[in-house]
């Protein structure tokens, strides 16, 4: 293949959540598995810098990069399906395309020129494009643009596109994902809001070159002739993309359709065989061929918005196949957990997880579940906030330090065993200021971290400010609880662990973000492993009992 970057520009019409990012992402996936270098960037047409301050009912879950940027949540996808890292290169927002054209209006680069949307706009999402492909780092940049064809937000992206196209030719190709939905009144799939958004494509100067057409039922001939003909693409270049069991089929599905095959000849570039998918089938097979079942509990209190969780229920399907079982997800409501019902609600749980958040909201409900799952020897993992509410939740209930709490609910404790990080303190502004991004993290001898990790030294990835008081170090450690994870550096504690427990697992860090199909993360394998262990020793007590 040439020095040239080939890039590649994904698009989506009619309606949102078609699956842009997991169609990106499979197609990253079949050419990575013909031998190509490829990486994924996402466009985002909002006007926030980063995701890093919404809420996540607006957006789902906040992802991090090793280099600290707060990102889409399809960059998950990326990294889940590629193995490869992203960056801050790899998402980039309206509000950082206009933040850098106007710093660089203030600093004079313009020299008093007036600053426009072209080209001034263009040209800094042109720019951020290609910084990925800089220098040949990848034979292929595929740029997933947000939103859907015909908002307003995302015309200079489009504009962006039709300028590239322009620029670079055969090296610059477009893939747009529509709907063909079915009407069952009439019992037959209908074309017309695919002609519609390619219509409103066309008016913006961009030829799609293939199209990728979300369905429920199988395209037919006719219907692909169809397509192609009020669509101005060849009918070879109009994909079939049908509802999956899981999104783990869909590179499956693309190949089977020869997505890979039509992008390769269109950008001409040499192919021949099929692309390599085995290591990824062998995963499905796990996927769909378990052994066995556990529930596991996943508290939290954006429950009604799965995607805000959306790293960690992905880790959990990839702990799962690599544990040979099915790992049954039970979504329970932080803020609907007392004293009086957690028993019921836990019971008949296997493990729990404590995810993180910010806020008081639900918080004690999270306690309340920590202290069941602790007492009854319940595996725990507790990520980020979840960590924390297990420490105070000991503070409060084995040290005795009733109104032990985070100062970030609770300024006034007398015991505040979670605190605002020193260099936090003086902080005022709420974006990219937290502790983001990759630290290291030295793991004690004899510890459960230790035993999953198997290495002494790792590197996880954060989103926080508040952190273990080490003023209370001592006194946790005397009372039975381990700090087996500590940065070497700053020495702030990344783990807790109960050695009187059988499976009680604490992390600062966001593990789950690093869970990828080929590395599934070893806290979440070592999680299941124990829930499993957990189920089957229960199950051998009730068939002693019968017995």
Known sequence: MSEQTKYIFVTGGVTSSLGKGIVSASLAKLLQARGHSVTIQKLDPYINIDPGTLNPYEHGECFVTDDGAETDLDLGHYERFLNVR??????????????????????????????????????????????????????????????????????????????????????????????????????????????????????????????????????????????????????????????????????????????????????????????????????????????????????????????????????????????????????????????????????????????????????????????????????FLGICLGMQCAVIEYARNVLGLEDAHSTEMNHNTSHPVIDIMEHQKSITNKGGTMRLGSYPCHLEKDSLALASYRTEDIDERHRHRYEFNNDFKSLFEANGMRMTGVNPESKLVEIIELPSHPWFVGVQFHPEYKSTVEQPHPLFIGFVEAALASRNVEAKSEELVDF
């Open 86 to 379: 992203t960056s801050q290169a790899n998402n980039i927002t309206t509000g950082r395309i206009y933040q850098n054209v106007i710093n660089r209006e203030r600093k004079g680069d313009y020299l008093g020129r007036t600053v426009q949307v072209i080209p001034h706009i263009t040209d800094e999402i042109k720019r951020c494009v290609k910084l990925l492909g800089k220098n040949g780092s990848y034979d292929f940049v595929i740029t997933e643009i947000g939103g859907t064809v015909g908002d307003i937000e995302s015309l200079p992206y489009l504009e962006a596109v039709r300028q590239m196209k322009w620029e670079l030719g055969i090296n610059a190709l477009s893939i747009h994902l529509t709907l063909v939905p079915y009407l069952a009144a009439a019992g037959e799939l209908k074309t017309k809001p695919t002609q519609h958004s390619v219509k409103q494509l066309l008016e913006m100067g961009v030829q799609p070159d293939i199209l990728v057409c979300r369905t429920e039922h199988p395209l037919t001939d006719e219907i692909r002739l169809k397509v192609a003909r009020f669509c101005n693409v060849s009918m070879e270049n109009v994909i079939e993309s049908i509802d999956a069991e899981t999104i783990y089929d869909v590179p499956n599905l693309m190949a089977d359709e020869k997505l890979d095959v039509a992008v390769l000849k269109k950008m001409n570039v040499p192919y021949e065989g099929e692309a390599d998918l085995s290591s990824w089938n062998d995963f499905i097979w796990k996927l769909k061929s378990p052994t066995d079942l556990v529930s596991i509990g996943l508290i939290g209190k954006y429950i009604e918005l799965k995607d805000s969780y959306k790293s960690i229920a992905e880790a959990f399907i990839h702990a799962g196949a690599e544990n040979g079982v099915k790992v049954n997800l039970d979504w329970i409501h932080s803020e609907s957990i007392t004293e009086e019902n957690v028993a019921k609600k836990l019971s008949h749980l296997d493990g729990v997880l404590v995810a993180p958040g910010f806020g008081g909201r639900g918080i004690e409900g999270k306690i309340q579940a920590i202290k069941y799952v602790r007492e009854k020897e319940i595996p």
